[in-house]
T-cell receptor, first 115, second 114 residues
Framework: ETGVTQSPTHLIKTRGQQVTLRCSSQ?????VSWYQQALGQGPQFIFQ???????GRGNFPPRFSGLQFPNYSSELNVNALELDDSALYLC??????????????FGPGTRLLVL | AQKVTQAQTEISVVEKEDVTLDCVYE???????LFWYKQPPSGELVFLIR??????QNEISGRYSWNFQKSTSSFNFTITASQVVDSAVYFC???????????FGKGTRLHILP
């Protein structure tokens, strides 16, 4: 158990809709990162938040956005869903400003299916 | 550019055999970190090990061992006396000191047959 939880576990949406995924980090972990894992692929970095500020972003369009709250919870929002957004979305937390210097601990993920 | 290559897509071995998962990485940074994660069918990524680029000492933890060789940019993972519960997808990953993200390989799906 990593102490990182995500909700919901599964979600089905239709193309064009918006979705919000939630993550609760370990207490005391100030950094949260979000990853997208397509079927049969490794996770791909979406973005990272440190103390409620975005601290790095991967090659994802602006319709992917996030929020981090003082209570160690965070959200991933995706607007105008596309079929290719179907994936497992993972959040990971670490104590400080991560970089590679700290290990990130992952939650169980949210499986999103876009029809 | 950062890159992690896991050439073995899928491996099947009989229980109690030893198995080695290969990982080759590319980076331009002199300080970097390497990871192995395990992903069982439940989907959660389970952290196994982290090594920094200055520590080439190989490590053994129970049935797991890791062989880090900077000269060949490899970070291989061996399971000794495999068990059915070891069946999962294993990911090798890389992070540079200057960066915030982890770059994952595509994973190796390991089947341990009873």
């Amino acid at each position: 158990e990593t102490g990182v939880t995500q909700s919901p576990t599964h979600l089905i949406k239709t193309r064009g809709q918006q979705v919000t995924l939630r993550c609760s980090s370990q207490s005391g972990h100030n950094t949260v990162s979000w990853y997208q894992q397509a079927l049969g692929q490794g996770p791909q970095f979406i973005f990272q938040y440190y103390r409620e500020e975005e601290n790095g972003r991967g090659n994802f369009p602006p319709r992917f956005s996030g929020l981090q709250f003082p209570n160690y919870s965070s959200e991933l929002n995706v607007n105008a869903l596309e079929l290719d957004d179907s994936a497992l979305y993972l959040c990971a937390s670490s104590p400080g400003l991560a970089g590679g210097q700290e290990t990130q601990y992952f939650g169980p993920g949210t499986r999103l299916l876009v029809l | 550019a950062q890159k992690v290559t896991q050439a073995q897509t899928e491996i099947s071995v009989v229980e109690k055999e030893d198995v080695t998962l290969d990982c080759v990485y590319e980076t331009r940074d002199t300080t970097y970190y390497l990871f192995w994660y395990k992903q069982p069918p439940s989907g959660e990524l389970v952290f196994l090990i982290r090594r920094n680029s200055f520590d080439e000492q190989n490590e053994i933890s129970g049935r797991y061992s890791w062989n880090f060789q900077k000269s060949t940019s490899s970070f291989n993972f061996t399971i000794t006396a495999s068990q059915v519960v070891d069946s999962a997808v294993y990911f090798c990953a890389l992070s540079e000191r200057r960066d915030d993200k982890i770059i994952f390989g595509k994973g190796t799906r390991l089947h341990i047959l009873p």
